[in-house]
């Protein structure tokens, strides 16, 4: 007997996290802040639709959003009639309307999803007032340097550069490695509680190292 095959679909990453946002909360908050008003041809519902596709796509500029959802216009619509904006309107609306609206339709949105699902996210119970330990975040930026300076600090076969790691509870920047050194730290042992960094900054032994208190 054959094994039958998975049916094929053509729903997108963005249509299935948008099937997760009821249908009215949009509309309900767009009200409560007054930008269903101000809107005429871009709804608030393909505002929303627009933030979204800009972070899932990392897109850096109003031309990566708009030239890329008028590319995909047609699946656009099939998310409850969402439409494309031009480049004026989405920034006009960034500009102009009540940020909050967005701020309260996330936290809508975790309340309902940890209703309808068990153990979706952090439970959160307010935040706390003060920490009582040291909290560093780090993360690293690479330096251009000069072409003579090759010798000593090659990054690529023709570029001279120089990684900075930096921490934000410190005014000066850390010693940093020259040449092509990645994120991982290495031979960089910090004393503190909690560190925030990004996924490129931890490696088993740096972990390691700093739990054992070296």
Not at 113 to 137: C, D, E, M, N, V
Request: with cysteine; proline share 5%.
């Amino acid at each position: 007997m054959k094994k039958k095959q998975p049916a094929r679909s053509d729903a997108t990453i963005l249509s299935q996290i948008c099937k997760q946002i009821p249908e009215h909360l949009v509309a309900k908050i767009a009200r409560k802040y007054e930008i269903d008003e101000q809107a005429r041809t871009f709804r608030p519902w393909s505002h929303v639709v627009s933030l979204l596709y800009a972070q899932l796509t990392h897109s850096i500029g109003l031309n990566d959003v708009c030239d890329g959802l008028a590319h995909h216009a047609t699946k656009l619509a099939a998310i409850r009639g969402a439409t494309p904006p031009a480049k004026n309107t989405l920034s006009h609306a960034n500009r102009t309307r009540d940020s909050d609206m967005m701020e309260e339709l996330f936290w809508e949105m975790l309340k309902h999803l940890q209703a309808t699902t068990q153990h979706f996210g952090i439970r959160y119970k307010g935040l706390p007032r003060r920490f009582k330990k040291t909290i560093s975040a780090i993360d690293s930026t690479t330096i251009t340097l000069l072409a003579n300076s090759m010798n000593w600090a090659k990054h690529r076969r023709r570029k001279a550069a120089a990684k900075m790691h930096l921490r934000l509870d410190l005014p000066t920047p850390i010693s940093p490695p020259y040449g092509p050194a990645t994120d991982s730290f290495n031979g960089l042992y910090i004393k503190s509680n909690f560190f925030a960094t990004n996924h490129g900054n931890c490696t088993i032994q740096r972990l390691t190292r700093t739990g054992s208190g070296r």
